[in-house]
């Protein structure tokens, strides 16, 4: 052992707030016989050790390799300081430097040794509905401030009793400075409220939700990031009950089951979908459905199910009793368009139409965060809604940006906060169409703002003039710029960033989606653009065709499918589905609007034409929510193992200067599929040859742009590659021609991860 004595300061960054930090290095640090201190500051943790040389070296390396499992160290500083002395390591009280903020960690599931408590009769926290630890529990939602200190959480009110006190202080305790740490003396208390009946607390709330639960009531649970409106999943009068409250006659309800076992008995988990399920992060995961019975009204029409299990003490309690269901559906506690309810007197008031009970507690929300939503395809996480357990965590950037706060889009938006070489995601806030989700923006733009640090001098936003987005950014811009970005252009450049790609980078980008305003004033959606940061080339596009009537031809998926027949030169014979679906008065209005182009505005969307498709195929004709018709024409097709006679685009050969994009003509398509319905083919085939030969454009339109130049990675973004069947087969049949394929792991494919692109394409403005 080297006798020389050495000090020595480690300035820690990332996520190590909130995450046991300062616990492992006090205990770290005392195993070592080393002195010191650990503290909190704005910018992560701040330690200082002295003693054996080698043992602070051997310090160190621990500090990175042993560091807690919930955190994520972005770097460590190291500096030499003088020797001083001193008797002991401490943890020092949590400072303010002023400088740049750390990374708070997300929300994170009840951990294994939590459960054990929970479920052991002589442990005292046996059955404490708000069981926590330095590895789990609340963290994102209930921070106020940083650094990381109980004083600036919603636990702040509850005063810790001396047993808890002493855990929290003995290094050799699991809870030691666990910030939410509680138990059945000193914690939050769950009561159950009913309209026109007393309340009832502890335990006996918990007993009282789940009889209601199970005579097929709705209840009002209050969660980590909001309410949830919960229901027995297997009980169709309950399910239809909800439906009809909440107005929401077909979107999928999630469900929460009580163990993987159960899981297993509604849908197909193979080990990758285990691991998410059971994993700290605890999404939604949506999975193809089994065979078990279940509610029908629960996700009908639909192939997936959106499953999770229980992630806090609550949901265990709620689930783990066999004298509950076993599966329930958990859906946001909201009115429709509203953000979800978080605060318990707003609860009481805006969802009493909705259910017939409130299971909640006095532990303050600060953040709404709703659950995530991701899938499998070939095995690999996809993100569909990225909130509760990933956001607040930051994607790390490929090049440095000024500080910058972009604004996303209208429909599934997130914002992002952006600096040097990282960018904050915001949790999901949901649709700009409702002053509620409005003022959720605006205060959740300021949290994060608090939280990292960030004050942006510069805002981008989607360049579609009425987007109530930008709108928001221009009014609160002030003096500083807001950067207009393409909608598209954004796309690629999310799924850009995510992988890394250095500022010089070019790709093909493959974008589809349903809308997103173009350059030339025209509804984009069906795109392959030669991209950099920086700028993009439209290298193709679908042939345009008018969108009639803007939402209507949305909601009425049978109107697109009239306007591509037209487009595509095939008479409206009234035994094509979506001509018989359309009134005949109606009929005669849209011929009109096509022919002289009245209220139209032409699309190039590929989510529309696959509307159109499924129309045609007498899937579905008018849609309750976003891409209900392509979603279910997708859980047909999927069921067709072989597909002969596949459909095909006509691709033009565009100019050989390149400037004219190419155009992709879907009328070949639109006919045979036409043809196929006219003739009584099944819908499940025709969704198969459809999606066979978008996969087949997809690849025809890659060759081209690499035979002229363009390089051979290809990223495919949009909405429409949530689709799993299509985004599956382009990726394994462009790997199969030799392109690099870039799809989203980090940020979703859909406006939820728009942010993220605006970002980049800001800043390469900027340089």
Not at 439 to 464: I, Q, S
Not at 556 to 575: I, N, S
Not at 581 to 609: D, F, I, K, W, Y
Request: charged share 20%; with cysteine.
């Amino acid at each position: 052992m080297n006798k020389e004595r050495e000090r020595r300061r480690f300035d820690v960054h990332g996520v190590v707030q909130g995450v046991g930090f300062r616990p492992f290095v006090y205990v770290t640090a005392s195993a070592l016989l080393l002195t010191g201190s650990v503290g909190n500051d704005e910018g992560g943790v701040v330690i200082e050790v002295e003693g054996d040389a080698d043992a602070v070296a051997e310090f160190a390396t621990r500090l990175r390799a042993d560091a807690p499992p919930l955190a994520a160290i972005e770097s460590i500083r190291s500096t030499t300081l003088p020797v001083r002395g001193g008797t002991g390591f401490t943890i020092a009280e949590s400072s303010r430097n002023g400088g740049t903020r750390t990374l708070a960690a997300p929300d994170v599931a009840t951990c294994a040794d939590c459960l054990r408590e929970l479920a052991d009769p002589a442990d005292r926290r046996y059955r404490h509905p708000f069981i926590s630890c330095t590895n789990c529990g609340p963290r994102f939602t209930i921070i106020t401030d940083l650094p990381y200190d109980r004083p600036a959480t919603t636990m702040a009110g509850f005063p810790m009793c001396p047993a808890c006190a002493r855990e929290y202080a003995d290094p050799a305790d699991r809870r030691f400075h666990a910030q939410p740490i509680a138990c059945h003396d000193c914690g939050p208390t769950l009561t159950l409220v009913r309209p026109g009946g007393p309340a009832v607390s502890g335990a006996d709330a918990l007993r009282s939700a789940r009889e209601l639960l199970a005579a097929g009531a709705i209840v009002a649970v209050k969660g980590l990031g909001g309410y949830h409106l919960a229901c027995d999943a297997g009980n169709e009068g309950a399910v239809s009950l909800l439906r009809r409250r909440k107005q929401r006659p077909a979107k999928p309800f999630a469900v929460m089951v009580r163990d993987l076992d159960t899981a297993r008995t509604l849908v197909a988990v193979e080990p990758a979908a285990a691991a998410l399920l059971t994993g700290q992060r605890r999404p939604i995961v949506l999975l193809p459905k089994g065979n078990a019975a279940l509610a029908p009204s629960v996700a009908p029409g639909n192939p997936d199910l959106g499953v999770m299990l229980p992630y806090t003490p609550v949901h265990v309690l709620l689930l783990g009793d066999r004298d509950g269901p076993p599966a329930l559906v958990m859906t946001s506690g909201n009115l429709g368009g509203e953000p979800i309810v978080t605060d318990d007197a707003r609860a009481l008031d805006r969802l009493a139409p909705l259910v017939d009970g409130w299971l909640t507690h006095d532990r303050p929300i600060h953040v709404p965060c709703d659950d995530s939503v991701v899938r499998l395809v070939d095995g690999e996480e996809l993100p569909v809604r990225r909130s509760r357990g990933y956001a607040p965590l930051p994607v790390a950037l490929p090049v440095d940006v000024p500080a910058t706060l972009a604004v996303g889009a209208d429909l599934k938006n997130t914002f992002a906060l952006a600096r040097g070489r990282y960018a904050w995601l915001s949790q999901h806030v949901g649709e700009m169409d409702d002053l509620d989700t409005l003022d959720a923006f605006t205060a959740a733009e300021k949290h994060l703002e608090d939280l990292t640090g960030v004050r942006p001098g510069y805002l981008a936003a989607d360049a579609h003039p009425a987007y109530r987005s930008a709108g928001w950014a221009r009014r609160n811009a002030g003096s500083r710029p807001v950067h207009p970005v393409q909608h598209h252009h954004a796309h690629i450049a999310a799924a850009m960033a995510e992988h890394g790609l250095d500022a010089g980078a070019t790709v093909i980008g493959i974008a589809f989606d349903g809308t997103g305003y173009g350059t030339d004033g025209a509804i984009w959606g069906g795109e392959v653009l030669l991209a950099s940061y920086k700028s993009f080339h439209r290298h193709a596009h679908l042939r345009y065709v008018p969108l009639p009537g803007g939402d209507a031809a949305v909601e009425r998926p049978y109107r697109m499918a009239l306007a591509h027949l037209a487009a595509a030169g095939v008479a409206w014979d009234p035994a094509l589905p979506p001509v018989a679906a359309c009134a005949p008065a109606e009929r005669n209005v849209l011929r009109h609007q096509l022919e002289t182009g009245l209220n139209c505005v032409p699309t190039s969307s590929m989510g529309r034409l696959f509307d159109a498709v499924a129309s045609l195929a007498g899937v579905r004709h008018t849609v309750d929510y976003e891409a209900q018709a392509a979603i279910e024409l997708e859980g047909l097709a999927r069921g067709v193992s072989t597909v002969d006679a596949p459909y095909t685009f006509a691709v033009s050969a565009g100019d050989d200067s390149g400037d004219a994009p190419i155009v992709a003509d879907p009328g070949p398509a639109v006919r045979a599929a036409a043809t196929d319905a006219a003739a009584g083919v099944p819908a499940a085939l025709i969704g198969a040859r459809f999606h066979r030969a978008v996969v087949s454009l997809v690849v025809t339109l890659a060759l081209d742009a690499r035979e002229r130049g363009a390089g051979h990675t290809v990223v495919l973004s949009g909405g429409v590659f949530q689709n799993t069947l299509l985004l599956s087969g382009a990726r394994k049949a462009l790997v199969g021609n030799g392109f690099r394929v870039l799809c989203h792991r980090q940020v979703p494919p859909n406006d939820g991860g728009l942010a993220l692109g605006q970002v980049l394409v800001a800043a390469s403005g900027l340089g």
